[in-house]
């Protein structure tokens, strides 16, 4: 019985680490990531 009580206590203690250390994105922060990421368009013959 302690073996389950402890590796019950060790997963949730893992979730909670999990949780606490997990980064918190704002959806700006994903917008402009993602725009970052985009490749630039390559201007067209008649631009250039």
């Given at each position: 019985?302690?073996?389950?009580?402890?590796a019950l206590?060790?997963?949730r203690?893992?979730?909670?680490?999990?949780?606490?250390?997990?980064?918190v994105?704002?959806?700006?922060?994903?917008?402009?990531?993602?725009?970052?990421?985009?490749?630039?368009?390559?201007p067209?013959?008649d631009?250039?």
């Open positions: 019985m302690d073996q389950l009580d402890e206590a060790r997963t203690r893992d979730d909670l680490v999990a949780a606490a250390t997990r980064p994105r704002s959806p700006v922060a994903t917008l402009r990531r993602t725009r970052a990421a985009r490749p630039q368009r390559t067209r013959a631009e250039l």
